[in-house]
């Protein structure tokens, strides 16, 4: 079975402060994902890799950035948290679909 | 931009009886589609696909059913069972693009006893 490990399950932090959100996949899948959802709005990709050192903005990028310096681990940057960013965030990979998730990590900012 | 629409919040269903969620896009590039379940806490788990070259995709008691000219998925779930209850999203995707989904907002099924 694909296993797909979010470093948090929870997680709280205040305004301005730098957020990270890990990822860990151990199927070695080239692609990796971070989604975003919130109710009535589905889930929003934020940032795609389909390779290690590669990356891609998905529809809402602002605000975020991403590294991925190992195949297997892929990181979700809040440079300076605000409070919209108040979210469930999700992270997937994937060889061909469909994509495998992780639990989610639910992030406040206060 | 919403491509790929999910235009039912919610839907409550007697356990037993079949369940059917919706779903319309509007992107006619997309060629695969796919449904996930999502229990609270946890991450969404896939469900079933279907490919454009098909109408009809079974698997037990899930069928999805696609008409492309509506642009338009169903889910069909029978009997609905109380483990049913969940929140369900449609997604799709472009085969020969990246392996990027475009999610639906989802629908929240409540199977009654």
């Known amino acids: 079975d694909v296993k797909v490990t979010q470093s948090s399950r929870y997680l709280v932090k205040r305004t301005g402060e730098k957020v990270f959100l890990e990822c860990v996949q151990d199927?070695?899948?080239?692609?990796m994902f971070w989604y975003r959802q919130d109710p009535g709005l589905g889930l929003r990709l934020i940032y795609f890799?389909?390779?290690?050192?590669?990356?891609e903005k998905g529809d809402i990028p602002e605000g975020y950035s991403v590294s991925r310096e190992k195949k297997e681990r892929f990181s979700l940057i809040l440079e300076s948290a605000s409070t919209n960013q108040t979210s469930m965030y999700l992270c997937a990979s994937s060889s061909e679909q469909p994509q495998h998730f992780g639990d989610g990590t639910r992030l406040s900012i206060l | 931009d919403q491509q790929v629409k999910q235009n039912s919040p919610s839907l409550s269903v007697q356990e037993g009886r079949i369940s059917i969620l919706n779903c319309d896009y509007t992107n006619s590039m997309f060629d695969y589609f796919l449904w996930y379940k999502k229990y609270p806490a946890e991450g969404p788990t896939f469900l079933i696909s279907?490919?454009?070259?098909?109408d009809k995709n079974e698997d037990g008691r899930f069928t999805v059913f696609l008409n492309k000219s509506a642009k338009h998925l169903s889910l069909h779930i029978v009997p609905s069972q109380p483990g049913d209850s969940a929140v369900y999203f449609c997604?799709?995707?472009?085969?020969?693009?990246?392996?990027?989904?475009?999610f639906g907002q989802g629908t929240r099924l409540t199977i009654n006893p």
């Open positions: 997604a799709a995707y472009i085969i020969q693009g990246a392996q990027k989904l475009v």
């Open positions: 890799s389909y390779d290690v050192k590669m990356k």
């Open positions: 279907i490919s454009s070259i098909k």
């Open positions: 199927m070695d899948h080239e692609n």
